[in-house]
């Protein structure tokens, strides 16, 4: 065994491999297999093995990341599945929020529950907000329940009963219930999955895992079992959506902390860079097939979050999807890909995604039977993507079929001809990143035009300098192997567990010190017990934080605080913090009223190594182009001569002056006019704005 490390990043349209064996770096992308993931992991491990002149057994380890389970809840091909909730609430998961979240919209759609009514089965038991039992369970309803699951094919049954944050004992006694009559049927706690108030997200993130944990669990251990029966004998570590590594095990019991798990590893990859280069104000944009992906990391460090939503109804509408609520990094997510269908719609405007091509048929240009046309097909026709240069020369695309879907989706419809119809994909879909972009720095009180860009995923270096004239950002990093960035962010991954408690207190006299300290030794102990399976004795790190809130509100701020022992003066310290982060996004304090801590989270890491600094880029030196090709300026809509460069035969230090294409295997880089272009000393493309 040797000290190689394979990344695996299963996406919507294709599944990237990095491969780093002692710094020595190979990146593969291949077309996902939708219908059987395994597939297209297995077929991109052979190549790029084969590609690194390696034999299965010289693996050290494999970390993967897949979009399966969130693409069982949007997609609804989850299991069938049960809620167990406390007599009276069956319909909590249902009601939601009650509130409108686009009220002026009389058609407006609600995200169904992933658990219809008729499998919302209603147990008697009772249990107050202090964690005192006032009805016991009946142990007797079971025997009724279980013929119910038989007769409807459940196959996952999530527990939800009211306040078993504060009490599981019945969640737990109902688990043990369920193993002893019906063994074959997964079960879910949701004071196991999310112990904290508020039952109707609690409720909605134990469904989520319950849905998705029989899928998941099947395909983990066909990919564990396919792997060992060739060879493999590595141990293999899943993302989290919080950007750690877990264990198959731990996977395969909270396979909802997966979801985000992706987008994690290039918010990674880009706090990585911004350390590298000593940048304290990043945006990062990775932009793939089916998404783009846009997220804040300031001090080096992404911003992370409790909640986040699935399957959305509204594109930027809070509330109009499912609220998952575990670890997560904090981004926006808009369905702003590759494969993004484009459409026209009853007012004539083009519109672009959500619905994508992914894989199969993919965009029409892939030549595998698709008939839209996606932004893929546009960049093609405005001449960003060369037909015979695309993944490196192993895959032609098509500029026929893509034309014939561009007159057909838009052109016809909207009397354009193909470019401008082309022009006019482009630029929708990258105005809807950067819209996306200024709402999501908007509710965080952040500005956007101070930051410096990291641009990766296999679609975001040709919208990149584009996009940043939109944001007026003068500085845009596209990193070596950008097109697989998010594989290479989970090569620097540590192996990371997150606890969350609920406990309420104001930051007062008040304030029990000691009982907080007791909940932190049981957190680090809890949490710990997960590391330690995967890394035994590295050294770890202790991230704490506390969602706050001034006294009467709804919803809370989460504060980072320090780690360690609180004493005397911690109260004072922590409504310090608050008032902070709270004027930092409102802009405003509220004087006068008193704060309280609703609940604490734990986040427990490993160590890496230390960040390196990155060298000083040597000497500017002019290179000569390749080739030149015809590219449609954005101003004026007419094809231009621009210069083509290879990009593995950029050394340190060359400059290049836009407009400009550099070409690789994964993806093209388009530098615009108003930029010019130099590589660094680690072989990053840096655009700076002239």
Partial sequence: MTSARLAVDIGGTFTDFALDIGGRMFSRKVLTTAAAPEKGVLAGIDMILADAALKPADLGLIIHGTTLATNAIIERKGARTALLVTRGFRDSIEMAYEHRFEQYDIFMDKPAP????????????????????????????????????????VTSVALGYLHSYANPAHELRSRDILHELAPDIAVTMSSEVCPEMREYERWSTACA???????????????????????????????????????????????????????????????????????????????????????????GQPHFSRSFEVAREYRFLKGSGIPIRVPVIEMVEIGAGGG????????????????????????????????DCTVTDANLLLGRLQPDRFAGGKMRLDPDAAGAAAAWSIGETLNLDITSAALGVSEVVEENMANAARVHAVERGRVLSNRVMIAFGGAAPIHAARLAEKLDIATVIVPAGAGVGSAFGFLLAPIAYEVVRTRFGRLDATLDVAALNALRAGMRSEAEAVVRLGAPSAALTEGWTANMRYRGQGHEVTVTILPGKMDASSAAELERLFVADYEQQFGRRIPGLDVEVLSWSLRLATVGDPVVPCPATPAHHPVEPAAHVGVVDPGSGNFEAVALFNRRDLAPGATIAGPALIVEDETTTMVTRRFGARIDALGSIVLTRR
Wanted: with cysteine; charged share 20%.
């Fill in 114 to 153: 992933l658990v219809p009514r008729k499998l919302r089965l209603a147990v008697p038991e009772r249990i107050d907000a202090s964690g005192r039992i006032i009805e016991p369970l009946d142990e007797q309803t079971f025997a009724g329940l279980v013929p119910v699951l038989r007769a409807e094919r």
């Fill in 209 to 299: 895992n319950a849905y998705v944990q029989p899928v998941m669990d099947r395909y983990l251990k066909l990919l564990e079992d396919t792997l060992a029966g060739r060879g493999f004998s590595c141990p293999i570590y899943l993302i989290t959506s919080a950007g750690g590594l877990t264990t198959v095990e731990i996977a395969r019991r909270f396979p909802i902390r997966l979801v985000e798990s992706g987008p994690a590893g290039g918010a990674i990859l880009a706090s990585h860079i911004a350390r590298q280069r000593g940048h304290d104000h990043i945006v990062s944009f990775d932009m793939g097939g089916t998404t783009a992906k846009i997220c804040l990391i300031d001090d």
């Fill in 340 to 371: 993004s269908i484009s459409t026209v719609d009853n007012l004539s405007r083009i519109q672009v995604g959500p619905a994508s091509a992914g894989s199969e048929p993919g965009p029409a240009c892939y030549g595998r039977g698709g008939r």
